[in-house]
């Protein structure tokens, strides 16, 4: 005969939250791998503050030629200057565009929401080609009676990396970089998924313990 609360090979059975525990570690573990819904993030930016600016980007743009390291592109950091706050209204947009100059993605950001002077991340979430080439322009929309401009610095021994050529218009600016930054989302390690895999078998083992209490 079996003992109450065993099933026929002589096993205990579970309470039911027991069981539902168990899916949903087995689901959070394919999350972080295979799955790599869980990302780490790195940031690239310039090692030197901005030492000069472009004219305003109202009817003229500021353009960066750059190779991204990684596939995936959180945000890109800019960094304008508001004229004593006379730039103060309007829209900013990132206008992105491949190596043949066709444009792709098209980013907004409230100026008045930005920093004056300081990097200031414009949420993209766009997924590049790392080791390709790009360009991202910098202008502005509905900004009044004057627009921002744009910091950037020697690209000489500042980067970061990934910055090539800088334009004002049609014109490239020589050893110039922008002041900006980019944040990448990139896969976890291996000791990073094995940290977030205990960490759920941690949790599961508390909650089943608290159930069978």
């Known amino acids: 005969m079996f003992s109450k609360g065993m099933d026929m090979t002589g096993i205990k059975r579970q309470p039911p939250g027991v069981y539902i525990t168990l899916v949903c570690m087995a689901a959070a573990w394919c999350m972080v791998w295979p799955g790599g819904l869980i990302k780490d993030e790195l940031i690239s930016r310039t090692a030197a503050d901005y030492s000069t600016n472009t004219g305003p980007v109202g009817e003229v743009a500021a353009i960066q030629e750059f190779v991204p390291r990684y596939d995936h592109i959180k945000s890109v950091g800019v960094d304008i200057g508001k004229l004593d706050g006379a730039a103060n209204q309007g829209t900013l947009y990132l206008h992105f565009y491949d190596e043949n100059l066709t444009e792709f993605a098209k980013v907004p950001q409230d100026i008045a929401e930005m920093r004056d002077g300081e990097l200031t991340d414009i949420p993209v979430n766009l997924k590049l080609e790392a080791g390709r080439r790009y360009y991202v322009g910098i202008l502005c929309e509905g900004y009044g009676d004057a627009?921002?401009?744009?910091?950037?610095?020697?690209?000489?021994?500042?980067?970061?990396?990934?910055?090539?050529?800088?334009?004002?218009?049609?014109?490239?600016?020589?050893?110039?970089?922008?002041?900006?930054?980019?944040?990448?989302?990139?896969?976890l390690t291996v000791s990073q998924i094995l940290f977030y895999d205990s960490l759920i078998l941690l949790l599961g083992v508390c909650i089943i313990h608290l159930i069978r209490k």
């Open 147 to 187: 627009a921002p401009i744009v910091h950037y610095r020697s690209l000489s021994g500042n980067g970061p990396q990934e910055n090539l050529h800088f334009y004002y218009g049609p014109n490239v600016i020589e050893d110039a970089s922008a002041n900006i930054r980019y944040i990448y989302k990139i896969p």
